[in-house]
């Protein structure tokens, strides 16, 4: 083990210092007991929702699996508890809109045996076999985007992998469930972390953990296998270390291009929670059932790391924690940097919510009792932007409702949300909520734009397709392969590669 490695502290240009208030680091994860019902939306990840493949009436059991996706962009559900299917339905998601769910009321029984399991012999299994089975665990990537994790590592054949990067930054405040995993999954993790690399074809991995982990810098540096293939660097904690381009850069010296991927050097980058769960699932051949989250806040009376089993409501979760009183306004899902507001404590905890964190009323008020001043320029935000942007001309972009000079000048699809710009204004301008909002707006006109295109495109085959109806079938153009466009003046054409002439729209009538 190079202990330089683990002494320099490599990290990225700019980000922020947010104090880091993570008080649950030092208690081993608890487990928390079912619900009496478990709400399983289809729609976990991004991607195409998952298919249901019970129904009504149906028992299941723990690890079975009850829902198949629906193509590559998705991953399978599987039942958390022992029950029956009482409904499927549309229920509310964490976001707002109503989704369908499979709901399984409990069984009083139903213990932490998973009783539907395929064990495999991971030695005997190629780079495709691998990518097969990590999709039938139904796994996405557990620190918070929810993508599936098969897709992930599914990289274009024309981009050769060379290193895996495993996330072990955790560079959120407040939430410490990765650290956690690190310090009593570490056998699962290297296991999870061998598999990874072959279904990448990477020939070495390198674990990055932010300097406030030492005991987890420690840990996986005395397991890491002899032979130098996997390696743990210590970066330097500060917000976003954990963002991909961001840990690519302080891993391994790369710079990930403006618009483009890991992949793009030659990198793949996957979060410990997720790897740690792959090797636990994997050899087993079982599908995810429960995911570690971190309960914290001024609000919760019992804070600690919980592995929850999917699909248990948001209000059994505080119920247990310590929060029976609290109202969805003092709620973020995840982090407090990019972490979201819930609509509804009936939402239950799916596969992406590393974190629930609970502030009590006075600080929603301290917060929602900041005034907002004007723009000043003092050029903060453009000190703190990981991305190299200019956060203050966006905001004043979006104020004057500019969204589209926003997009082509100013770069705003670099932009991931990050809120370090928001972080550090001076005048509270809320710029990263400007952003979200603008970036809808141009997702929502890229829609309208392809739909309309789409539309245009199907009138002009109907057209077409009449035209052709009329022509003379003795025309000798079908048969010596000359076709032609209607993109002109109506009832004319043009042959491909010919001279213009005229299309008779009656061909009884001679031209
Ligand atoms: S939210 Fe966007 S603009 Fe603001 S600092 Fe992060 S990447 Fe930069
Ligand atoms: S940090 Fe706030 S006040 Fe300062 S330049 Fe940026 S937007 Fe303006």
Redesign the pocket.
């Known amino acids: 083990m190079n202990l330089f490695s683990l002494t320099r502290r490599k990290t990225f240009a700019r980000g922020v210092h947010p104090a880091s208030h993570k008080s649950t680091a030092g208690t081993p994860i608890r487990r928390m007991p079912f619900a009496p019902r478990i709400l399983l939306p289809l729609a976990q990840h991004i991607g195409k929702p998952a298919v249901p493949i019970v129904s009504v009436g149906q028992e299941v059991v723990r690890g079975q699996p009850i829902a198949r996706a629906d193509g590559f962009l998705s991953v399978p559900l599987h039942a958390p508890v022992d029950g029956v299917v009482e409904a499927i339905e549309l229920r509310p998601s964490a976001r707002g809109p109503w989704t369908e769910t499979i709901v399984i009321r409990t069984f009083e029984a139903s213990t932490q045996e998973v009783r539907w399991s395929e064990p495999r012999d991971m030695d005997a299994l190629s780079a495709r076999e691998i990518l097969q089975a990590i999709q039938d665990t139904g796994m996405v990537g557990l620190g918070g985007a929810a993508f599936p994790s098969h897709a992930k590592l599914s990289v274009p054949e024309d981009k050769p992998i060379h290193t895996l990067v495993v996330n072990g930054c955790e560079c959120e405040p407040y939430l410490t469930c990765d650290h956690r995993l690190m310090l009593e999954r570490s056998a699962d993790l290297m296991r999870g972390i061998g598999y990874a690399m072959r279904a990448v074809g990477a020939r070495q991995a390198v674990i990055g953990i932010e300097d406030n982990k030492p005991d987890a810098i420690a840990s996986l540096a005395a397991m890491v296998p002899e032979g130098g293939q996997i390696r743990v660097v210590a970066v330097k904690t500060k917000y976003p270390q954990g963002a991909e381009k961001m840990l690519v850069k302080a891993a391994l010296g790369l710079k990930v291009p403006a618009g483009g991927l890991p992949a793009d050097v030659g990198a793949v980058v996957n979060n410990v929670g997720t790897l740690a769960m792959l090797g636990s699932l994997l050899p087993q051949g079982q599908g995810m059932t429960e995911r570690v989250v971190t309960v914290t806040g001024p609000g919760i009376k019992r804070p600690g790391d919980y592995w929850v089993p999917l699909g248990t409501p948001m209000r059994t979760v505080l119920d247990w924690a310590g929060a029976e009183s609290v109202s969805e306004r003092e709620i973020i899902l995840g982090g407090p940097m990019m972490g979201q507001a819930v609509a509804s404590l009936d939402v239950p905890v799916t596969k992406g919510v590393s974190g629930i964190l609970v502030f009590d009323q006075r600080k929603i008020q301290e917060e929602e009792a900041r005034k907002r001043y004007p723009c000043i320029k003092c050029g903060e935000c453009v000190k ?4 190299g ?1 200019n ?1 203050s001309m ?1 905001g004043m972009l979006a104020g004057a409702r500019e969204y589209d000079l926003m997009g082509t000048d100013y770069h705003l699809g670099d ?7 928001t972080y550090v204004c001076p005048s509270n301008i809320p ?2 909520q400007q ?1 979200r909002v603008a970036k809808a707006i141009l997702r929502e006109r890229a829609q309208a734009i392809h739909e309309a295109l789409a539309a245009e495109q199907a009138a002009a085959q109907a057209e077409l397709a009449q035209v052709m109806e009329h022509l003379p079938i003795d025309d000798e153009s079908h048969l010596t392969g000359q076709r032609f466009d209607f993109g002109h003046a109506e009832g004319e054409g043009r042959k491909l590669g010919g001279s213009r002439h005229k299309i008779n729209p009656h061909p009884t009538d001679k031209p």
């Open positions: 703190a932007c990981p991305m942007l956060p966006l932009c991931f949300e990050c809120g370090c710009c710029l990263v952003f």
